[in-house]
């Protein structure tokens, strides 16, 4: 043990979506620092994140859940518990991303969307919530957008769920800040992930973009991995509601 309130020896976080992306940077920065990772994909719970956990000394264990399907969260929140003890950490970053202009923008995407990118959020923040103030200490940092500010281009049902994503931040940290919970979420900017292939297969867009980014390159999953340790951290402990945007500049 160590007086670095960067640490996390003995905690347990349940990072969803952790197959993948920003979730697996997230996973690996937290067992770096001493947790034990509950990891979660829809299909499978990533292989590689487990390896990269394990080779870190920290224990790791893999779940399998599509988040559509309510009854998903309460067996992640149950199995996390049962299988690795406790839960002190739940991030909330599995999400995905469908476009089409909002005249064309089908019922089917917008339920799926709304479900998994901010319906799953709260039940899991529910579910674990609960756990954390029965102890009387907690974090949950939520995976926003900066879509979460703006409305974005062809993207209705995203920008309307991290838009919720923020607000539900603020809701949930006005209840728990008082009872040792943090709720906090990430803003990433543009990240080289699965969920922005085709903006990046797309030339003029990806310049575009790039264009206005000061730090004059996209992000890697890795660039958000520090913002989500300190936010996980007792370095974070008076930091309650805010939304962390990481977007280079
Ligand atoms: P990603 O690699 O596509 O990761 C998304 C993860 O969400 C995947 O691991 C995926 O699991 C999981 N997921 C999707 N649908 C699911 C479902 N129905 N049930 C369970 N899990 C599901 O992309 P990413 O960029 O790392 O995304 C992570 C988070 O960051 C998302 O919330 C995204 O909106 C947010 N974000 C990304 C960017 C960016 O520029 N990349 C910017 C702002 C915010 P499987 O792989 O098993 O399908």
Redesign the pocket.
């Known amino acids: 043990m160590t007086n670095d309130p960067f640490r996390l020896d003995g905690k347990v976080a349940l990072v ?10 997230i996973a690996t920065a937290l067992a770096a620092a001493g947790a034990d990772i509950a990891c ?7 292989e590689a994140t487990m390896a990269a956990v394990q080779k870190l000394g920290r224990r790791a264990a893999g779940m ?6 309510r009854a ?1 969260h309460a067996e992640l929140v149950r199995r996390t518990k049962a299988e690795l003890g406790r839960i002190d950490i739940l991030v ?6 469908r476009r089409s202009p909002a005249v064309e923008y089908s019922e089917e995407d917008w339920d ?1 969307l709304i ?3 901010l319906t ?1 959020a709260f039940r899991l923040s529910q579910l674990a919530g609960k756990q954390m103030l029965e102890q009387g200490s907690g974090r949950i940092v939520n ?5 979460s500010f703006q409305g974005g281009i062809l993207v209705p049902a ?1 920008a309307a ?2 838009g919720g ?1 923020a607000q539900l931040t603020k809701a949930l940290a006005n209840e728990w800040a008082g009872r040792g919970v943090n709720v906090n979420a ?12 085709a ?1 990046r297969s797309d030339e003029a867009r990806s310049r575009q973009i790039l264009d206005r980014i000061p730090a004059g390159r ?2 890697e ?1 890795s660039d ?1 991995a520090g913002a989500a340790l300190f936010l996980c951290s007792e370095a974070s402990r008076y930091v309650h509601g805010h939304v962390l945007v990481v977007d280079g500049g």
Not at 17 to 23: E, F, M, P, Q, R
Request: negative net charge; charged residues 15%; proline residues 5%.
């Open positions: 969803t979506g952790s197959a993948t992306g920003i979730g697996a940077a979660h994909g829809k299909d499978e719970p990533g399998a859940a599509d988040l559509a399907d998903a909330n970053n599995a999400g995905l991303i799926l479900e998994v990118n799953s995976i926003a957008s900066l879509l995203y769920s991290k994503i990430i803003a990433p900017g543009y990240i080289t992930t699965d969920n922005t292939a903006l996209w992000g999953p958000i």
